[in-house]
């Protein structure tokens, strides 16, 4: 019994690691631009096929792939902002780029299913069955990457915003974007490298995900609804919530198929989302808008 | 009289003009109109990609002759695999297109849910990859059934493993839908009574994407002989992965066998890799048939598109072809289609034969092949039908 509370505790942390990794870069986005990206779950597709080809048509070694699918991302971000968003930033709408962002997403998707098919592309790593076995527990080396990189991914995040004049300066822009202009920040130049880094994160968190999710065009999408309610729970824009919110996910993920029914596992995970909105609107870890990101 | 003479003959050429004419028209009107429901997107896309691949083959060898005048056309709608896109698409292929006849669509929830529409225009449909019982039962005047429904697939299934492989355990996987509720329900009750016993029956959605979690609950029941499992390729993969990881079934050097359904297409042991090991499962066709038919589709197909046939390719074909056969015996509109499909009985396609019952439900199960995944991740195919 308690070797299979381990177990399933260690595959819900694994499974909400990756959880968390998606859903940093919405609140991110969120926390910066009072906005809704609706083309992450897309970016999170393009880093993993980007690793996939890298991997199966290169050669190249898995850790190097994500290392590409970060940058893959990160451009996409880039050059998505650049052309999309941030002209509509200027039309003062908040309609506009929440369509636009939509939009994106519809483009992205029927590009890649044009070009790539739909028929679900296997993504194996030399990790995946790789298998630890201590005690009756066991662990992929996959997992153990995923661990990995995920803590040292969120502690890197959270230094840069914490402690280098950039992450302050983004932190000032989601805090007041006017003021932080009057003290000579460049908001276009901050929400640009917010959506980098966001977009990023998207596209390494598809790496990781890729020998887990069925990848196909639509891959990104069959994660995004859960990160949104992790991205909810945890509190719009707040970082630290979504990690525990992140976490939280995938343990009920793992508890509610261990003890209930896999089936359920909807059924509570948002109503979790409602109990929150319900008592607690601004997420697991409360703070004043103002100190988001 | 050269006048009249004159008036004769324009009159003689207007009229022979007019006959040509509506010959001309004729000629042209003799086709068969062919919709196809296909799920072109979606996680079932790899059926309509397939399928389209031996609608095409069928089509293009038909038309170089045609059958009694008639040439086929065809006109492709993407389903999706889902009730709401399948219905939208149905409503257009029957109001845009007016087929003669329909073939799709390979989900059963997507068929169950056009199924009223394509009834209500009086058009027959022909389904080769939706296995729930509804389908056929209590019956449609208008819907025929080629593949083995979910009781008897289900029924030859747990006979099977239970007196052949000697499974005495059972976990059941599936996902929450018509098709995988109705052929885990079906197995329990055949491999019950048979005196088996049922250690856990395990639904998901179609939106888990990892299967640890249930491995693991898996992997925590003893000793389990076999683990049927009802689901589309690519959770398929990801099950019998983390099945193999947990060190449950032989692909991860246990001793469970997993055992699957005609859902997933050929390729799924390359994919799955070391994974599907001593995986059984039954496909439609068995393309080590030895007659003629299967080795003359199986050449038409290599030389087309340079890949050896799935059972999915064959199903799509069979379904063209029997079209072809109705039309060959007079088919030649809707309710005359339906007329004759129902009146089949000696059809013998590359899947297997075809010979409908009172439900329009093919009862042949000669279109049931068993294979085995082997070390080197082919597969070889078991003769126990």
């Known amino acids: 019994m308690t070797v299979i509370v381990v177990q399933q505790a260690i595959n819900g942390v694994v499974v909400g690691s990756l959880y968390v990794l998606v859903a940093l870069g919405l609140t991110l986005i ?9 083309a992450h779950a897309d970016f999170v597709t393009i880093g993993a096929f980007a690793a996939y ?42 309609l506009l780029p929440l369509i636009a ?29 790789q298998v630890i076995r201590i005690a009756g527990i066991f662990l992929t080396w996959q997992s153990v990457i995923i661990i990995a990189v995920a803590t040292t991914t969120i502690a890197l995040l959270y230094a840069f915003m914490k402690f280098t004049f950039l992450g302050k300066a ?23 490298l917010t959506f980098v880094i966001a977009s990023a994160l998207a596209g390494m968190a598809g790496a990781m995900l890729a020998p887990v999710l069925v990848l196909t065009p ?3 999408t069959s994660v995004i609804v859960k990160a949104f309610a992790i991205v909810i729970i945890g509190g719009f824009g707040n970082v630290e919530g979504t990690i525990l919110a992140g976490l939280l996910v995938g343990l009920i993920e793992s508890f509610t198929t261990q003890y209930l029914d896999p089936g359920l596992i909807d059924i509570v995970v948002f109503g979790l989302l409602l109990l929150m909105l319900a008592i607690k609107p601004t997420g697991l870890i409360s703070e004043r808008r103002e100190e988001n990101v | 009289m050269s006048i009249r003479f004159h008036l004769l003959l324009a009159l003689a050429s207007a009229v022979s003009v007019v006959a040509a004419t509506s010959s001309a028209a004729q000629a042209e009107d003799k086709t068969i109109k062919i919709g196809a429901l296909l799920p072109i997107s979606g996680p079932g896309a790899y059926f309509g990609t397939q399928d389209k691949q031996g609608v095409e083959l069928a089509l293009e060898e038909l038309n170089k002759t045609g059958v009694n005048g008639y040439k086929f056309v065809i006109h492709y709608e993407d389903s999706s695999c889902a009730p709401l896109p399948a219905t939208q698409a149905a409503k257009r292929l029957l109001e845009q297109f007016t087929p003669d006849v329909v073939i799709g669509e390979e989900c059963s929830d997507a068929t169950l849910a056009v199924m009223p529409l394509i009834e209500q225009a009086k058009v027959p449909l022909i389904n080769a990859g939706s296995s729930s019982i509804k389908v056929t039962d209590p019956g449609n005047p208008w819907t025929f059934r080629i593949m083995p429904n979910e009781v008897m697939q289900g029924v030859n299934i747990a006979e099977n493993a239970y007196n052949r492989l000697n499974a005495r355990t059972a976990v059941l996987l599936f996902e929450n ?4 509720i109705g052929n885990a329900k079906v197995f329990n009750e055949t491999f019950t009574k048979l005196g088996g016993k049922i250690l856990a029956e395990i639904g ?11 491995a693991t ?24 992965q983390a099945l193999a990881q947990t060190g449950v079934t032989k692909g991860g050097g246990g001793s469970a066998i997993q055992l699957g359904t005609i859902w997933l297409p050929f390729g799924f042991e390359q994919k799955a890799g070391n994974a599907a090991l001593g995986y059984i499962r039954i496909v439609q066709f068995d393309p080590t048939d030895p007659r003629p038919l299967v080795r003359d589709f199986t050449s038409a197909f290599k030389a087309k598109y340079n890949a050896d046939p799935t059972h999915i390719n064959a199903h799509a074909y069979d379904q063209i072809m029997l079209i072809a056969d109705v039309v060959k015996r007079g088919g030649k509109d809707a309710q005359s289609i339906r007329d004759m499909l129902a009146a089949t009985k000696t059809f013998s396609g590359v899947t297997g034969s075809v010979e409908f019952d009172k439900n329009n439900q093919n009862d042949k199960m000669d279109t049931v092949h068993y294979m085995e995944t082997k070390p080197d991740m082919t597969w070889t195919s078991l003769k126990w039908n």
């Open chain 2, 177 to 180: 839908t018509n098709a995988g």
């Open chain 1, 218 to 220: 639509f891959a990104g």
């Open chain 1, 53 to 94: 080809f890298l991997m199966h048509l290169i050669g190249a070694n898995y850790l190097a792939s994500i290392a590409v699918a970060l940058l893959v991302g990160g451009l996409c971000g880039f050059l998505i902002n650049a052309a999309v968003f941030t002209p509509l930033r200027s039309s003062r709408s908040e």
């Open chain 2, 217 to 240: 609950r898996v992997a925590g029941l003893g000793k389990i002989d076999i683990i049927p499992t009802y689901t589309l390729e690519g959770q398929g993969l990801k099950i019998t």
């Open chain 1, 170 to 192: 983004v932190r000032a822009v989601s805090q007041d974007r006017e003021t932080a202009g009057l003290m000579g920040i460049n908001a276009n130049h901050l929400i640009m």
């Open chain 1, 101 to 129: 962002t939509i939009g994106v997403s519809v483009m992205l998707q029927n590009v890649m299913l044009a070009w790539l098919g739909p028929i679900p592309y296997a993504f194996e790593t030399p990790y995946s069955n």
């Open chain 1, 30 to 38: 969120y926390g910066v631009l009072v906005q809704i990206n609706f």
């Open chain 2, 204 to 214: 998901f959605g179609r939106d888990v994407n990892d299967f640890t979690a249930i």
